[in-house]
């Protein structure tokens, strides 16, 4: 038993050489075959990061933008404007072009379609009203114009609708009344009359519809552009960049609740003369409202006396000092991450009233307020806005006071502020323009307009630019995982972006709004997502040090091994040779 | 083009003191004197972002507990009560760091934790800690590098998430980690070149540490004389702490930034100078104010979530633990004794155990 067990192990060191370097050569070359056919493939496979795909491409086109803006208007002339000779090549319609080259990689392109027609008898009856409100307001309920275009009615010299130095009445929807000068001076033809009225409805455009410098403005995220002068400066500051929603919070300050109890309605002044504003600018923001109390706040600054008129007052140059000492009790929503207006309303203690403020010239400001741009505004309460005013300054008077405050001037105030900081005003309209007040509502249909061109501009510009530089970025560190998800949200962006740039060469405003704000939420989505962290910044070096003591101690004996067989396969060839020859 | 106005509206500030243990209680204390410098010029907390281990005021071996002070004698206490750190303990990391300076926060991150800067924000940045050429240590484990660094300011400038930066590191060769910037309008001050050591200014024999480092230190006395309304500009900066009384060399950078720096005041950073415009339209408003009837709002009323049910707590039993079965090393121990057992005394002993 135990020899037969013997001779089934024969040593190692017993067996001929030949298959013991055989062996040996086999043994290298399969752990080289392993190493470069399985390890290799998988240690590459396993180092790798996952890296969805992206619409480069798409992306690329996307980076050179080219936007083309288009508006329709309609020019009617009333009765008494054209020849019976002229009105026989009415209706007619004209387009134009213009194009802007921004800078290398946006230009800008707008076209004016204009048809020419005359009024309908409807319409004349309308143009008849005594006043130019009226005449708007009849001429609305006979046919509403869609978003982005404009209606000008050219009225004859004769007519009384306008006042005596007025050319241009702008009113609150989207219609326009323009007096043209007799015919014996205009001229006989229609391209003669056409060619005199040119300027005055470019000019009508300016204001209405989009304009040159505001488009420009809207694509400052994008472009560098110089600032003019300081104007143009304050302008561009001012308004708040489009953000999907905005928190507004109006703050009532009483220092002095000794002296004063308030009493402020500000859920019903909200809803009567706030929120139909709001309401309107739904396209373009979504808005939240609150309000609070905040007793025992002090202004931070002192003011004056002013014996002449026995008046505080506080000076234009100090109010920069106003709002910092406030912003820290004002508190915001902890939950969103929107841009917050607020809106103060400070009544002064019973030992610095009444409160004025003075403007340079140390004249009294009428509406006493004053606003940050992009932060909100701050209002004085006049002493004329208060009822239960006359027992102030007597002597047996009981503290504290019941002060009822009137809510329509106050909100009156505000609501300028809020469309100064939403960038709804427009710039000073042109010599012999007269624009109609803007209503109840706050806002007219041309103003919101115009808000939303330069609105869909500026999604549109700043989602290119973040969809750009997020594929730039992407493509620069390789280290960064991209998942599913970021993909996802770049393709709807980048598909939302196609959309809207052709919605806004359509001309149909509200779908490229729209489409403008899905591509930012899309893109703001992709760019800011947790996952797009690159953390790990590797030098050449720290690379080296980390994979040379795991690969080096086991490639170094497969290398020499191999070299070893292919120097021992080379000699064995040299040794055949002369056998051969 | 030559622009002498600062074009900006908000001003934002991100103090980070990256160390943490009580020997750099220096650190917290530079941190904590920009933060009262800052707060006292007009930046509120809502706009400043503190990151701090925080770990200094209620330390075991703080002598005066709750306070941290930059002067020795204790002159000045700069932990004070109204402090509002951000970022404290182990959540200063530099992949928050990281996260705030480009937006990159997950959603459920408060609005006091997130750096909410836009276009038009001027943001000053103060980093202090332990550093090295290209490195800034944070809390002992990790670092940053400069060029991260650098990729994060460009990723804020391609977002425009500034208008103006002003970044101010005091740590040992501080100026290696403002070499690799390229982005646009970033000017940048350190304690110390490279190859140099920031130093400390002076210990307090009471507390036992050194309490302020020098390139600090001198800037809290040149800020303690900038008011809100004051016109000193960045030149008065770059000469605070010259080298005989900070030892090592401060530098600074400003080739990227556009505008002269002898026309930026230092209010443009360290503080919060509103621009105010007069109101000067109002819209006439004639409808009057609706009545709501008080059965339309809905008043949602609300309580406290019972977090701490006393009653339970008070009557708990203790709980019964549940068996386990014995663990790993308890069963290897067991067999390495019976294979032991085995091995010496043979298999046939086996028949009798089983």
């Known amino acids: 038993m135990k020899i037969r067990r013997a001779q089934q192990f024969v040593k190692y060191s017993d067996q001929p050489v030949m298959l013991k370097l055989k062996r040996g050569q086999l043994a290298a070359l399969s752990i080289a075959a392993v190493v470069i056919i399985v390890g290799v493939p998988l240690w590459w496979r396993t180092t790798e990061t996952y890296r969805a795909w992206l619409p480069v491409s798409q992306i690329k086109e996307l980076a050179k933008l080219q936007l083309h803006l288009s508006a329709d208007v309609e020019v009617v002339f009333a009765r008494g ?183 402020w309605d500000i859920e019903g002044a909200v809803e009567t003369y706030i929120q139909p504003l709001l309401t309107k600018l739904s396209p373009v923001a979504n808005f939240s409202i609150d309000s609070q109390t905040l007793y025992y706040a002090m202004l931070g600054v002192n003011p004056r006396f002013d014996s002449s008129r026995s008046t505080y007052t506080l000076n234009a140059d100090s109010l920069a000092h106003v709002i910092n000492p406030v912003e820290a009790r004002l508190g915001s929503n902890a939950a969103s991450s929107n841009p917050v207006l607020n809106f103060l309303l400070y009544i002064p203690d019973a030992h610095h009233s009444p409160l004025y403020i003075h403007d340079h010239k140390k004249q009294q400001v009428p509406t006493n307020a004053f606003h940050s741009p992009r932060w909100g505004g701050i209002m004085i309460i006049r002493q004329c806005w208060v009822y239960n005013v006359n027992e102030f300054y007597e002597v047996d008077t009981v503290f504290p006071v019941d002060i009822n405050i009137d809510m329509a001037k106050v909100m009156g105030v505000f609501l300028a502020q809020l469309r100064l900081l939403l960038g709804v005003q427009s710039s000073t309209p042109p010599p012999g323009f007269l624009v109609a007040p803007c209503g109840n509502a706050g806002l007219a249909d041309w103003e919101l307009d115009r808000l939303m061109w330069s609105r869909s501009v500026e999604n549109i510009a700043t989602a290119t630019t973040t969809i750009t530089s997020l594929a730039q970025l992407l493509d620069q560190i390789g280290n960064i995982v991209i998942n599913d998800n970021i993909a996802q949200q770049v393709s709807s962006a980048v598909t939302s972006l196609q959309l809207a740039v052709s919605e806004l060469e359509a001309g149909n405003l509200g779908f490229a709004l729209q489409y403008s704000k899905e591509a930012i939420l899309s893109s703001e989505r992709a760019f800011f997502d947790p996952s797009l962290l690159h953390l790990l910044y590797f030098p050449d070096d720290q690379k080296f040090a980390i994979y040379i003591p795991l690969f080096l101690p086991m490639c170094v004996p497969i290398l020499l091994s191999l070299l070893k067989i292919v120097s021992e396969a080379r000699q064995k060839h040299r040794e055949k040779k002369p056998k051969k020859d | 083009y030559i622009n002498i106005y600062s074009g900006h509206t908000n001003n934002w500030a991100v103090l980070v003191c990256t160390s943490r243990f009580w020997f750099n209680y220096r650190h917290v204390a530079n941190t904590l004197s920009v933060y009262r410098s800052v707060k006292r010029l007009g930046i509120p907390d809502s706009h400043i972002v503190l990151m701090l281990a925080d770990d200094m005021a209620c330390n075991h071996r703080n002598p005066k507990p709750a306070t941290v002070f930059s002067h020795k004698n204790m002159e000045l206490n700069v932990y004070g009560d109204d402090v509002e750190v951000d970022y404290r303990g182990y959540e200063v990391t530099v992949e928050n760091f990281l ?256």
């Open chain 1, 81 to 263: 404007t054209v020849t019976p000779e002229q009105q026989k090549k009415v209706p007619l319609t004209q387009t134009q072009n213009m194009e802007h080259r921004v800078d290398e990689d946006t230009a800008l392109s707008y076209r004016y379609e204009t048809r020419y027609r005359t009024a309908t008898i409807m319409e004349e009856d309308a143009l008849n009203q005594p006043t130019a409100a009226e005449a708007d307001l009849s001429l609305h309920t006979l046919s509403e114009s869609p978003s982005g275009s404009l209606v000008v009615y050219v009225i004859p010299e004769s007519s009384s609708l306008l006042p005596q130095n007025v050319d241009v009445y702008i009113g609150q929807r989207r219609t326009a009344l323009l007096r043209i000068g007799s015919q014996m001076r205009v001229g006989k033809t229609l391209e003669q009359l056409l060619a005199h009225m040119e300027p005055r409805i470019k000019q009508v455009l300016h204001v209405m519809s989009f304009s040159h410098t505001d488009i420009t403005a809207a694509l400052s995220n994008r472009v560098r552009i110089s600032p003019g002068n300081k104007e143009s400066i304050a302008d561009s500051m001012r308004a708040f960049k489009s953000s999907p929603g905005y928190e507004i919070t109006f703050s009532l300050l009483n220092p002095d609740p000794k002296s004063h109890r308030l009493h």
């Open chain 2, 99 to 354: 996260r705030i300076l480009t937006g990159r926060l997950p959603p459920s991150t408060p609005r006091s934790k997130r750096l909410l800067s836009d276009d038009r924000s001027n943001i000053l940045i103060y980093l202090t800690g332990h550093g090295g050429n290209g490195f800034l240590k944070f809390q002992d484990s990790e670092e940053i590098s400069n060029v991260e660094l650098a990729d994060a300011f460009e990723q804020m400038w391609q977002k425009r998430r500034y208008n103006e930066l002003l970044f101010i590191i005091d740590t040992c060769q501080g100026a290696s980690m403002y070499e690799r910037f390229y982005s646009p309008n970033l000017m940048a001050l350190a304690s110390s070149q490279v190859g140099e050591d920031s130093l400390s200014h002076q210990p307090d024999l009471a507390i036992g540490v050194h309490l302020m480092d020098r390139y600090t230190f001198y800037l809290l006395e040149f800020l303690e004389d900038i008011h809100p309304a004051s016109k000193t500009n960045m030149n008065d900066l770059f000469k605070v702490c010259p080298k005989s009384q900070c030892v090592s060399t401060p530098g600074h950078r400003t080739d990227l930034f556009l505008r002269d720096p002898g026309s930026v005041l230092i209010t443009d950073f360290f503080g919060s100078v509103r621009k105010v415009e007069l109101t000067m339209e109002t819209i006439n408003l004639t409808d009057p104010i609706e009545q709501l009837e008080s059965g339309e709002l809905q008043k949602e009323m609300h309580t406290y979530a019972d977090q701490l049910p006393v009653s339970e707590i008070i009557h708990q039993k203790p709980k019964q633990k549940d068996w386990h079965p014995p663990d790993g090393f308890i069963l290897g121990l067991w067999t390495l004794i019976l294979l032991v057992f085995f091995q010496t005394y043979g298999v046939k002993h086996l028949k009798h155990i089983f």
